[in-house]
C-alpha cells in the first residue's frame, strides 16, 4: 500500500492520508432533504448519471449546463483530500473543485458527488434525501481506473494495467475493497430514497433509465425531453462537451494530455485488456465476493 495512504472505517477503506482532517467533518454534515447524492465507486458512470440527474432538476437547462462546469454545478465532496501542497495548483483545483467547507455551505438545493461508501458518509443521509448509486462490471471500472489515473497523472505511463489489476484486485487502490464499497449500497437499495442503477443498463437503454430516474425525483417529462436529453449523453457527444471532461483544469496543465476524461463508455471493454490468466483470475476474484449476495452485474 502507498505509505500517503491508510485505511479508513470498519472496512478499511484506502484513502490519501489527509482524508483524516475531513473524513470527521464529512459524516458529520448536515444532510437537506433538498440535496441530491450521486455516491459510486470511481469509474462506475458517476459524470453521465450527474448530468442526467442536474438536467432532470434543473428543467433541462443546456445552456447552463454547456457554459458552467460539472464540477461547479455538482461538486465532488471529497475531492479536498486531494488537494496538492503546491499553492498554484491548489489554487486550480479550489477554483474549478469546491473544497468540503465550501460545498456545506452552499445554498439550497445541493446536488453532491461522492465516491465515499455509504458507511463513511453522513448516517441520516438516506432518510433524509435523494440518493443515486451507480454500479459497474469491476472489470470494466479497473480498465477505466487504470487510464483515469494515468489522465490525473497519479499513475507513471510505464505502469502497465496487469500491474494495475493486480493492485485493484488485491484492494490496495484508493477507495478499496470494491465489493465491500458496491455491497453496502446493494444491501440499502429498497430504501424509498435510494435508486440503485447498473451502468450496464444506463448503456443498454437509457430512455427507459432516464423515465425511471424521472418517477423516483417526482418529476413528468416527456417523450420530447428524454429524446434531446438522450442525444446530449449519446458518448460521442459527451466526449465533445466542455463542461464535463474538466477542460478547466486541462488548461492549467494539471492532466495529461495523452489520455481523456470521457472515454469510450463501452460495455464490456474489458476484454481487450485481459488475456486468458487475467479473465480467469476475475470470474474466480468475482465469483467469491459475490457468494455472500443476491448482487449480480448485468451482462
Known sequence: MNPCTSRFGPKGYIFPRQFEHFGKEIYNMEIR???????????????????????ILNNFDYEKALETPLSLRYPYLETEMFFNHNQNIKETMEKNMPPVQKILNMASPRY???????????????DTCKVFYVARDPRDVVVSFYHHSKFMNILL???????FWE????????WAPFFEHVKEAWRMRNHPNMLFLFYEDLSKDLPACVRRIAKFLDKEITEEQIEKLCEHLNIDNFKKNKSVNFDNLNDAGLLNEKESFIRKGKVGGWRDYFDEEMTEQADRWIEENLRDTDLRFPQ
Open 112 to 126: 453532491i458527488k461522492s465516491h465515499l461508501p455509504l458507511s463513511l458518509l453522513p448516517p441520516k443521509l438516506l
Open 157 to 163: 505511463d510505464s505502469v502497465d494495467f496487469k500491474a
Open 33 to 55: 432533504p433538498s440535496d441530491t447524492f450521486v455516491v459510486t465507486f470511481p469509474r462506475s458512470g458517476t459524470t453521465w448519471t450527474q448530468e442526467l440527474v442536474w438536467l
Open 167 to 174: 493492485l485493484f484486485i488485491n484492494d490496495l487502490l484508493p
